[in-house]
């Protein structure tokens, strides 16, 4: 199989945060959500690189910089910044690019440029030797 990502090459999803995912007053989201989206982005840049999801290690440096509400639209990236012989290290951010403000009215939203970065870390993902199936 071929490998169709380099190192250092941005994946991107983008999603819109739904009501369902609210867990705090105020249509906020809990701190777990941006880190399910990060877990998603970086098992399609697992199966770019390897032909493989791999399995996650661990998080480091996770910092949630601000408040991700229902409404808002964020752009998740992961990129790996440096391999292994079976651990990849990723780069991963979430940011947000429309903001629902709810005012003059409830539907009220602001399209941000540049977009504000609401959460960052970095990951360990492992993939086994023998699960490694993508060529340069």
């Not at 941005?10 to 009501?19: A, F």
């Not at 959460?119 to 993939?127: D, F, G, R």
Request: proline share 3%; with cysteine; charged share 25%.
């Amino acid at each position: 199989m071929q490998r169709h990502l380099k190192i250092d090459e941005k994946v991107s999803l983008r999603i819109r945060v739904g009501q369902e995912d609210v867990h705090y007053a105020g249509g906020i989201v809990d701190g777990a959500y941006v880190l399910g989206l990060f877990g998603d982005v970086a098992t399609e840049v697992g199966v770019r690189f390897d032909g493989d999801e791999g399995l996650l290690v661990a998080y480091k440096n996770v910092e949630l910089k601000a408040p991700i509400m229902a409404g808002d639209f964020l752009e998740v990236s992961c990129w790996i910044s440096k391999i292994g012989n079976t651990s990849r290290t990723l780069e991963l951010e979430a940011h947000r690019y429309i903001k629902n403000v709810g005012k003059p009215f409830e539907s009220s939203a602001d399209y941000l440029f540049p977009p504000e970065l609401v959460a960052k870390a970095q990951m360990i993902q492992v993939v086994s030797k023998e699960c490694q199936r993508c060529l340069d």
